[in-house]
């Protein structure tokens, strides 16, 4: 399974990078060189396993099954404190203005 | 006391001397900061600290010794100064994973495992080199430039908490915290000559530490001395109702179940010891050989029996680790897009453009291949032959381990790495170096505890033998690998 241009292309759109053009070839040597020592894997038997597979089950604990207070349930002041017009006013996430990090 | 005697002290001695009104916090601190100055340890010198603040650790000190006047006591580690990996969180100081995308940020909240040992008494004195976001063998993924071997100027710490490492080795603290996630406290320690811990999965709190691949990470210890290392362990495993995935297992006294040979001439008695055959591969650097070779004669002469055991997928793992952690660690790092944290371009005209130019001016070229690598193999079409694939073959590496221990194997000795220290630029390839790591990264796939300690040098460069036990058993690895540090003594350094 050969890793193309457009494979990276792809991937890095997804993986919201910008890749500059002529650093393409190079990614694209890279990640063939590096997926070719993966293909060991396909000979392996793991039929066996296959439905028990995961992070090692023995140190990772469990929730107790028990349902605790509803968030929600406590008094909107106190997740909420400032109101306009019936609305929660929240800071502004994100702006390409200098501005930005000020509450509105 | 001078400067190179500050260095030589342990913890254990140095919490004693601020407890006994020998040395004052802030003396302790004042001994901690003259060594790396002796040792260079700043940016134009073996380049192992990224931050440091002398004022606000005088006044963590100062805050230490008007607390031990009130309450009596300043806790296991009154005033022992402690470096810190710069993926793990702390108050006052940047923690910027070794990422320029991160470049200012300093958070808000500390981890658990800083907490804990501040409540016993520990002051940060600095934030450590690092490779950029733990991704690394060598430190030299780092964007502030490699951090330096101090047994050899020329060569790497090792990675990717390489500045922990040697900032141990050169005697700036006594103990510091790292990181693991395929090897990354054990594989530096073993380079710069110290001890390095991997607990269990789940066995200390992940609250605080930057994520990296979640199904992996582990806070780690390193430290001089075996003692000193199970102190730190001790102090900072357990339950932390702020990380869902700390487990509620008990964590008990390492120290205590500590015998010396110099008290019985059989500590080990009892133990069966397992050499498994896949760690001594036939091109394992002769050096190191012998050494593990002399290591294991020590457990026997301990009254431990050694037996050959098999742990057969364990030559998978590198294969297995470098597609789940990069998967892990694509989806993790998708938070740093510029919105909340560090570093953000400020010429793009369209939000997708801004996430995309800051996360390419911010992340270096390892980190950007393995978001690459691990994005492909989750993506539709390759999720199956890769990630499903290597899950599958992840849990053969486990049940490898689980059968050992469930044949009455009490730990395993194997080397820690298969070479010594390389030199600065000498493995370009990236496949090349993520073999460094070949012996350390089962115990992460397989969750188990694993140290590092010295047992001896190949050409003036440390060698690390590694001890590996079960599932929440650190007791019996802490145990194993205290008598056979006192066993080798200073041949464990020749």
Redesign the interface.
């Known amino acids: 399974m050969a890793v193309t241009h457009d494979d990276v292309r792809h991937v890095a759109e997804l993986a919201r990078l910008a890749v500059e053009p002529d650093r393409l070839d190079h990614l694209v040597a890279e990640l063939n060189s590096i997926l070719s020592h993966m293909d060991v894997l396909s000979q392996v038997d793991t039929k066996e396993v296959e439905k028990t597979i995961g992070a090692p089950m023995v140190s990772t604990p469990l929730r107790s099954d028990a349902s605790g207070p509803l968030p929600m349930l406590t008094p909107k002041e106190d997740f909420a404190p400032d109101m306009r017009d019936r609305l929660f006013v929240v800071p502004r996430l994100a702006s390409h203005d200098e501005g930005a990090d000020r509450a509105p | 006391m001078n400067t190179v005697d500050f260095g030589t002290l342990s913890a254990g001695a140095v919490a004693a001397r601020v407890a006994g009104g020998e040395m004052s916090p802030a003396a302790a601190v004042e001994g901690s900061f003259a060594m790396a100055a002796a040792a260079g340890a700043g940016r134009d010198g073996l380049n192992l600290i990224l931050w440091s603040d002398r004022e606000l650790a005088l006044r963590d000190a100062a805050g230490l010794a008007e607390g031990m006047t009130r309450a009596g006591t300043g806790g296991r580690l009154a005033g022992v100064p402690i470096a810190v990996k710069d993926n793990i969180s702390t108050l006052g100081l940047p923690t910027t994973c070794g990422s320029k995308i991160l470049a200012g940020y300093v958070s808000p909240y500390e981890a658990t495992a800083i907490t804990r040992l501040r409540q016993e008494g520990a002051i940060v004195i600095a934030k450590t080199n690092m490779d950029e976001f733990a991704m690394g063998s060598s430190n030299e993924n780092s964007p502030y430039g490699p951090a330096r071997n101090p047994h050899d100027v020329r060569r790497v710490t090792g990675g990717s908490s390489g500045g922990s490492a040697a900032s141990v080795a050169c005697g700036i603290v006594p103990i510091s915290l790292g990181s693991e996630t395929g090897g990354s406290v054990r594989q530096p320690a073993a380079f710069c000559g110290v001890v390095g811990v991997k607990p269990?999965?789940?066995?200390v709190s992940r609250y605080g530490l930057v994520a990296f691949a979640s199904?992996l990470d582990q806070i780690g210890v390193m430290a001089r001395t075996v003692d000193d290392a199970a102190l730190a362990t001790e102090i900072i495993a357990g339950v932390d109702p702020r990380d869902?995935?700390?487990?509620?297992v008990e964590v008990g006294s390492y120290r205590d179940q500590f015998v010396s040979p110099a008290t019985s001439p059989a500590p080990l008695a009892g133990l069966k010891i397992g050499v498994p055959k896949e760690y001594f591969p036939e091109n394992l650097d002769s050096g190191i050989r012998a050494h593990c070779e002399r290591a294991v004669d020590a457990l026997k002469s301990l009254g431990a029996t050694v037996v050959d055991v098999t742990l057969p997928?364990s030559p998978?793992a590198?294969?297995?680790y470098?597609?789940i952690a990069p998967a892990e660690a694509?989806s993790n790092l998708?938070r740093f897009?510029g919105?909340r944290y560090g570093h953000r371009n400020?010429d793009?005209?369209i939000?997708?453009?801004?996430?995309?130019?800051t996360?390419?001016e911010g992340?270096g070229p390892e980190v950007?291949?393995r978001?690459?690598?691990g994005?492909?193999v989750l993506?539709a079409g390759?999720y199956d032959?890769?990630y499903?694939?290597?899950?599958?073959?992840?849990?053969?590496i486990?049940?490898d381990f689980?059968t050992v221990f469930k044949n009455g194997i009490d730990a395993l000795f194997t080397p820690t790495t298969p070479t010594t220290a390389f030199a600065i630029g000498a493995v370009t390839?990236?496949?090349e170096m993520y073999l460094s790591d070949i012996f350390t990264v089962t115990a992460n796939l397989?969750?188990v505890p694993a140290m590092s300690l010295p047992i001896g040098r190949v050409a003036g460069l440390p060698v690390g033998g590694q001890v590996i036990a079960n599932?929440?058993n650190e007791a019996m690895m802490f145990r194993v690998a205290y008598a056979l540090e006192a066993a080798l003594g200073r041949e464990a350094h020749q």
């Open positions: 269990t999965y789940g066995r199904s869902s995935t700390s487990s509620s997928h998978l590198i294969p297995v470098y597609i694509s998708a897009d919105v400020r793009a005209t939000l997708r453009e801004m996430f995309a130019t996360r390419s992340f950007t291949r978001i690459l690598l994005t492909y993506s390759y032959a890769y499903k694939k290597a899950q599958a073959v992840r849990a053969l486990t049940r689980n390839d990236p496949y397989a969750g599932h929440f």
